[in-house]
């Protein structure tokens, strides 16, 4: 049952696309990313494993430093 509530907290599916980016990114690493796996929070800010649409590399990111991408 923890999963469940615990899957309510995280603002993006898996499988959604989303914008990564953020002050502290290094140059080069934002753009758009599909969230493959919902982790947990950190310090109050939810987690998500990413993978980059421009090919196999996968990062950690905090809620707040991704955003929607809307479908097209």
């Known amino acids: 049952m923890a999963r469940a509530s615990e899957d309510n ?3 993006f ?9 953020a002050a502290n990114v290094e140059r080069g ?3 758009i990313y599909k969230v493959v ?8 800010d939810q987690q998500y494993r990413i993978q ?4 196999p590399r996968e990062r950690v990111a ?4 991704l955003s929607a991408v809307e479908a097209m």
């Open 9 to 11: 907290m995280h603002k």
């Open 13 to 21: 599916k898996v499988g959604q696309r989303v914008l990564f980016s």
């Open 29 to 31: 690493a934002a753009g």
């Open 37 to 44: 796996a919902q982790l947990p929070d950190e310090k109050g």
């Open 52 to 55: 980059s649409a421009a090919g």
């Open 62 to 65: 905090k809620e707040s430093q």
